[in-house]
């Protein structure tokens, strides 16, 4: 079951569409309270014909085939490199040699952005839907991977389970580095990063994915109790490689 609402970001001055996923049971078991996962780039979750490049992660058939019972909000992306302003906290020079030479600094907004979730989206949700509020997670691919992470950082006694798919952590290397080794992270449960062997961004290509990603994986794993490094074989920088990896990415989470 879906539904989907609009939200005025206080924080940034924009409206965003919510796309809510609730368990079958939901309706059928009136006092029973669920664990609350939010994702990014919320178009893309659930339906292909919803996705922006005709491909979702199929996230609602997954938990539907597997019995899984957790409610998801998928918060939908800003439009074109606007994403990126919202996905980082800093701003990048990296985008300049990658993409275009008008796009030196991009990003910066990422702090508003988890400022919005965490305080304006998360209340809503929790007074909305029957939640278990101490059981929040987050999730999100490329750029929602680095936005994921920077929330653990930033939020770890909210975020306690962390899902960070082939992340853009090279985007902002350094400072998501030097945060994770200034933060306490032994609130978080679980953190799971990956990155396929295919993977290209422009001028990044499937080399810099999986160094990069093994690079935060070398810090988290001293700071978070259960953390999980893949590399999966042969993977492409897309929703249907992720469609891929959701049970194996769930299980852990949820297992």
């Known amino acids: 079951m879906f539904e989907h609402f609009s939200v005025k970001m206080t924080t940034l001055d924009r409206e965003r569409t919510i796309r809510v996923y609730l368990p079958e049971s939901y309706h059928e078991h009136p006092n029973k309270r669920y664990p609350v996962l939010f994702m990014h780039d919320g178009q893309n979750l659930y339906k292909d014909e919803d996705a922006g490049y005709g491909m979702s992660w199929g996230i609602s058939d997954y938990l539907e085939e597997s019995g899984l019972e957790l409610i998801v909000v998928g918060i939908d992306c800003n439009d074109g490199y606007k994403r990126l302003d919202e996905y980082s906290p800093w701003a990048s020079s990296e985008m300049r040699n990658i993409f275009a030479p008008e796009l030196d600094g991009i990003g910066g907004e990422g702090k508003d952005y988890i400022e919005f979730v965490v305080h304006e989206l998360k209340p809503l949700i929790h007074q909305k839907y029957r939640t278990r509020p101490d059981e929040t997670a987050m999730a999100g691919s490329s750029m929602g ?92 920088h897309n929703e249907l490689a992720w469609r891929k990896r959701v049970p194996a990415i769930f299980k852990y989470l949820y297992g």
């Not at 810099?208 to 999980?228: C, N, P, T």
């Open 145 to 236: 991977g680095l936005i994921s992470t920077y929330a653990a950082c930033i939020y770890p006694g909210i975020f306690k389970k962390v899902a960070s798919v082939s992340s853009a952590y090279w985007f902002a290397q350094e400072e998501i580095a030097q945060l994770i080794k200034e933060c306490d992270l032994s609130a978080v449960e679980k953190f799971y990063l990956d990155a396929g062997t295919n993977e290209s961004s422009g001028t990044i290509d499937s080399e810099r994915y999986i160094e990069s990603g093994k690079a935060v994986f070398s810090l988290l794993k001293e700071k978070v109790k259960d953390v999980e490094f893949v590399v999966a074989e042969g993977a492409v």
